[in-house]
């Protein structure tokens, strides 16, 4: 077989065969295991999501029973964990420590035995049950404070705002958490979901499979988005300064962050979850000063922008819905990473069940039989300005 066409970031390009999620990015559906994400949304919790997309299939009551068992039994972190957790710089940023953190579980568990049907429920559960605790950890860690241990009396999402925020939450707004984790857990071949795919088909460790994913998650054109959501809400200010900060956003051809997708040409169905959301916790807890910004956003968008299909995507609602929850802003990514841990934990296993190692090719645009020129003979090919 020849395939030739170059598709800059592999638009179109399918790069496996998969039955954990589908997108229709013109009707703006979205399905794990072919289950809508609205389904989900209302009638599941994100356990049971993370179970379906992992094992394939929704849990009997007994299943999940065990399964939510196994979690809380290990959300204890090690000690060496917290004592290597307490070097990272106050200043760092969470996601670069979630990263360590979770390529340092490889360490303590370095057994890899990949076609062990143990080992294998046994690193989902952990990172799984271990990550949440990670993220919390190093939130109090670095204000000064003792990470707060683990209840087994509260749900995944509840110890999770638990841990975070030392005192239990309001049942809606761990309801609504928990939602979230939902609508974050999958979305089919996305940067990250790639990267663990890619680091899975080494047959490496798990860990080092979810670290590289965390890593990918980062960065502001995919995972990190929500964060400079609201920075840039921040900035707009106010409702009046929607239009003007638009203008010039367009005449820099710069991004507006939360809106397009490379799948999505409407609406993101998680952005419109997330919104609805936002409202139920605005009308319990009070208005976000930025959603009126938000909303009058959205519409300047979509008439400027609509006709290239550039509509909100997931990251655009869920930082107002975070900031309502008491989730500082620069833990949303990480917060994504806590719930996008079972979607790469599913592919993980995909990739497993037929492995064959990712090694594309490229288009080589260099040049050939170059000749070796002595040291005393070159000249600077730099830029000057790099170095100043
Ligand atoms: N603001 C303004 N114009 C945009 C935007 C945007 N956010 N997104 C796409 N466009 C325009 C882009 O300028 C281009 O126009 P033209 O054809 O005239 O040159 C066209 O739409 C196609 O854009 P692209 O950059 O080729 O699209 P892509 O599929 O490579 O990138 C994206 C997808 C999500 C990286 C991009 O839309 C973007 O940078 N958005 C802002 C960052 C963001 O919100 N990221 C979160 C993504 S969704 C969740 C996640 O992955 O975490």
Known sequence: MTFCEYRPGLEGVPVTQSSISFVDGKNGILEYRGI?????????????????????????????????????SHRRLKYRIRDMMKCFPESGHPMDALQACAAALGLFYSRRALDDPTYIRAAVVRLMAKIPTMVAAFQLMRKGNDPVQPRDDLSYAANFLYMLNEREPDPLAAQIFDICLTLHAEHTINASTFSSMVTASTLTDPYGVVASAVGTLAGPLHGGANEEVIMMLEEIGTVENVEPYLDNCLE???????????????????????QSLAEQLFEKFGRDEYYDIAVAMEKAVAERLGHKGIYPNVDFYSGLVYRKLGIPTDLFTPVFAIARTS?????????LNENRIFRPTQIYTGNHAQSYIPIEKRQSSQDESCWS
């Open 36 to 72: 809508n994400i609205e389904e989900l949304a209302r009638l599941s919790t994100f356990v049971e999501t993370a179970y379906l997309l992992i094992w394939g299939a929704l849990p009997t009551a007994d299943e999940l029973e065990e399964f939510q068992h196994e979690i809380q």
């Open 252 to 274: 820099k051809k710069s991004k507006i962050m939360g809106f397009g997708h490379r799948v999505y040409k409407v609406k993101d169905p998680r952005a419109t979850i997330l």
């Open 343 to 351: 979607g790469w934990l599913a592919h993980w296993k995909e990739q």
